[in-house]
């Protein structure tokens, strides 16, 4: 089995409680795996969304999963918004997606191994 990719990513606005919180799903290439993580800036939620789709989304897309700790360097220096709150509120998402990711991996492979099947031949 090859290594998930980064298929899509999504920003989702909510608004529980009156408090502001952007979310970001990553989607990968395997069926059912994805990833959900925190890029909340309370009072700029616009410029993390904007971060996000405009600039990290197409750094992001066909990246493997594994590699979130380089992506997160490689974005975190290259980028105009450097050392600034939006751009570590849009990166933010990245580590709880990498533990999200890894765990639900493990899982998969946990649960494959207990029932001596393929990783990935059936629904996560």
């Given amino acids: 089995m090859s290594n998930p990719k980064i298929k ?7 608004e529980p409680d009156n408090i502001r919180l952007v979310i970001v799903k990553i989607l990968t290439d395997q069926d059912g795996l994805y990833g959900v993580g925190c890029a909340t800036f ?36 290259s980028s105009y918004w450097r050392n600034g709150p939006v751009l570590n509120n849009a990166l933010s998402y990245l580590l709880s997606v990498k533990v999200v990711l890894s765990a639900a ?6 649960l494959a191994t207990a029932l001596d099947v393929p990783p990935f031949n059936f629904i996560v």
């Fill in 8 to 14: 899509d990513i999504k920003v989702i606005f909510t």
């Fill in 42 to 77: 309370t009072q700029r939620p616009n410029p993390v969304k904007s971060a996000i789709e405009d600039y990290l989304k197409p750094f992001l897309i066909g990246a493997e999963v594994n590699n979130i700790e380089d992506i997160w360097q490689s974005s975190y220096v």
């Fill in 105 to 110: 991996i493990a899982d998969t492979y946990a």
